[in-house]
């Protein structure tokens, strides 16, 4: 009787776990921006990311010409081609919050005050293969030196950037963002993850079951429409990678009770 009672209890603490391992988790798309006193790929994002306790928070990033790596989407702001500009050029550039361009040495320090929020790093493909691999060196030597490896995955759409990032730390959680590889043209690469638009996802149903039994993950985006993040919780992806955050966190919540 008393085995009988303690395999039940032992049940009963284990399957918590097992459920939220299949739940749908949330990736903010350029951090949780649209709300008061953010903005896209701000420190500020990063911070409300991690307030709303979501499993990661996603930024872009590119390496200037001396070497600075800095965060922000566009190739170009206020004009200036970041990768073709110094970073004296670019530092007093100022956010629609106010912020200051980051840096991704700030925006790694952030990082570091909640370790739960995961970093998911997109490096933005540039306009060399010498240019990607400097920007991978120093990132990897960044994310290392700052100690948030743990806690950082990396997605591109460059499969230059994707391969380099799996030479140089082998054990990186590494994504690729162009659609255009099966998962297990990627599984042969080494790269542990599809990160695909929504389209692609409808249009190859067969790949989230096929990365699933190739123990890879599965995210796609972006997914701001309550009926799409349905559909896609339903199809069984692992991430959403959303600019509604808010709205994705409690739709996978529903879906888990």
Known sequence: MKINILFILLWLAILPLEMVSAQTKVIAHRGYWDVAGSAQNSIASLQKAQELKIYGSEFDVYLTT???????HDDKIEGMKIEDTPYAQLKDVRLKNGEPLPTLEAYLQQGKKDNKTKLIMEIKSHSTKEKEDRAVAAIVEMVKKNGVRKHTE?????????RELVRLDPKAEV???????SPKELKALKIRGIDYRIDVMRNNKNWIEEAHKLKMKVNVWTVNNEEDMQEMIVAGVDYITTDKPAVTKRLTEKKLR
Do not use: T
Not at 66 to 72: I, R
Not at 154 to 162: A, G
């Open 66 to 72: 001396d070497g600075v790596l800095v965060v922000n």
């Open 175 to 181: 994504a690729y963002l162009n659609g255009d590889l």
């Open 154 to 162: 990396y997605i591109s759409f460059s499969l230059n950037i994707c």
